[in-house]
């Protein structure tokens, strides 16, 4: 179909007082692992199994002196893959709603949206976004805006390997490069959630099938703003914050390419800062733990940084990015997308483009089909309220 309307995302669109953003709830949390004789799926469990407890390398925030071996175990990662993470769009969450529907009830009134955290932080960090293309589609039931994600890249590699069936991919330097810095990711989460020494923990495989998932609600934009009901998977629980209430509780943890010279920290503050702080400002967590590493994956120190002076480091090294834009876009964007999504789920999926080139993010009708309705009917048939 063509474009039926679009909808800006220039940063000058977006100056002046941010909105209000009320703290996060949590409403509740559920655990995901790798099903058995399925890989397609990960298994739902309604509990805490799967939420791991940080292990500090050091008393002090900045701990230096380390020698952290990411690269331990590679051979042996179990991964999801691209495809797995496609097919899941919001099932864990739906199933949530349905084994909760007293707690959803409470809220029912309250929710305009049901969406990943992804989703929301791509969206905070869209107007400074000169790079990375995302496609959403949404659609609405029972007067709630549904949001997930579409891999569009993935069906362009799809259409490609169908008219080069017989010639197999080589991976290039980058692919490979990629891949080793998404394992240190899971790596550097499996040492600081394992006791020090404990070699017997550090050596099972890493997976990313694993996952503690809390269920938050915030409202973006004060008393008439949105309300948007959002999982968002957590890597650790703070120690020293128990009993302190949900999400204060819960630490990121992050891994980058350590910092040599002013050059590398104005890219740290713009490419690495904004992204930690907008993962972590919208489901409120207080402290992100960053681990410095060299190109071979040796993790050298670690630095913990509270989430709320995340911007005051990226304003005193160059002021490359504002909180208050990236609040006002989602508020506006989302806004925008509940006045835009009217029609049933049973008539049209809205699908929502950003074009960085343009600067706009780019809205299509499709009428609803098999192929494109992304919200099962196990869901549809037992949603509350039908």
């Known amino acids: ?33 790798r099903q058995p004789g399925n890989p397609m799926v990960r298994r739902y469990h309604p509990d805490q199994r799967a939420l791991l407890t940080l292990h500090r ?38 199933r949530w709603i349905l084994e909760n529907k007293r707690t959803f009830a409470q809220y029912r009134s309250k929710v305009n949206v049901i969406c990943w955290r992804g989703r929301l932080t791509d969206l905070l960090v869209t107007p400074y976004n000169r790079k990375d293309t995302w496609t959403l589609v949404a659609c609405n039931i029972d007067d709630i805006i549904y949001l997930s994600y579409v891999n569009e890249s993935d069906k362009e ?9 017989t010639v197999e991919k080589v991976p290039s330097l980058e692919d490979k490069r990629q891949t080793s810095r998404m394992y240190w990711g899971f790596k550097f989460e499996q040492v600081m959630t394992s006791p020090p020494g404990d070699e017997t923990s550090l050596q099972k495989p890493v997976s990313n099938f694993e996952s503690f998932q809390s269920v938050l609600y915030t409202k973006v934009g004060g008393y008439r703003g949105t309300g948007v009901l959002f999982g968002a998977e957590m890597d650790c629980l703070d120690p020293k914050k128990v009993p302190t209430k949900p999400p204060d509780c819960y630490v990121e943890l992050k891994t980058c390419k ?26 409120g967590v207080p402290t992100i733990l960053v681990g410095f590493r060299l190109d071979n994956g040796h993790v050298l120190s670690t630095d913990e940084l509270p989430m709320s002076k995340v911007p005051l480091i990226a304003q005193a090294n160059g002021d490359a990015w504002k909180p208050a834009v990236c609040q006002n876009f989602l508020n506006s964007f989302l806004q925008f997308v509940t006045v835009l999504v009217t029609e049933s789920h049973e008539q049209t999926i809205y699908k929502l483009k950003l074009d960085v080139s343009q600067q706009r993010v780019v809205v299509t009708r499709e009428e609803a089909t098999a192929q494109n309705q992304f919200v099962p009917t196990w869901y549809l048939d037992q949603r509350p309220g039908y």
């Open 258 to 283: 350590g910092i040599e010279d002013e050059s590398g920290m104005r890219s740290f503050c713009y490419h690495k800062l904004m992204q930690y702080w907008a993962q972590s400002f919208i489901c």
């Open 1 to 33: 179909m063509a474009p039926s309307t679009s909808f800006p995302t220039g940063v000058s669109e977006y100056t002046g007082q941010a909105p209000h953003i009320t703290k996060p709830t949590e409403l509740g949390y559920f655990s995901l692992s």
């Open 157 to 165: 590699s799809k259409m490609d390997s169908t008219l080069e069936a």
């Open 57 to 94: 390398r050091g008393p002090d925030l900045v701990t230096e002196r380390l020698d952290i071996d990411l690269t331990q175990g590679m051979d042996a990662f179990i991964d999801r893959g691209q495809a797995q993470k496609d097919a899941e769009h919001l099932d864990p969450i739906l």
